[in-house]
Structure formats: C-alpha cells, structure tokens
C-alpha cells in the first residue's frame, strides 16, 4: 500500500494495521526459518516495508507535521 493511503487512515485504523502486518511478517519470517520454500519470495521485503511507512507515517503525526 502506498504512503498516501496510509495518511488517509485514522490513527486507530493505522495501529490495527501496524500489527496485522507485524504478526504476518513473524509468520512469514517463522516458515522460512523452519525451511518452508516462499511463494512470494519478495513477501518479507514488502512487509517490512509497509511497517516502516506506518512507523514513519505515526511519528510525523506525533510531531504534528503532515
């Protein structure tokens, strides 16, 4: 998901996110390690970058910038 649409989510509906995504990627991350071969080996990139973005996204609402 693209940064704009993240701006556009209440910051209720971005923490909800934020941890769908956190436990995904731990899931994803435990399948590899356990040697299970990935469909979508560019999965884990994404993720963590979509939890970059919010992370990013939550603390310039906290600053007030926008």
Do not use: W
């Not at 704009?4 to 436990?23: A, F, G, I, T, V």
């Amino acid at each position: 998901m693209k940064a704009k649409k993240y701006r556009e989510m209440k910051p209720q509906d971005l923490n909800k996110k934020l941890s769908e995504l956190k436990l995904e990627l731990m899931k994803e991350t435990g399948n590899v390690k356990m040697g299970k071969p990935s469909k979508n080996t560019g999965k884990l990139k994404d993720l963590r970058k979509n939890i970059a973005r919010i992370l990013t996204i939550k603390q310039q609402l906290k600053e007030g910038k926008k």
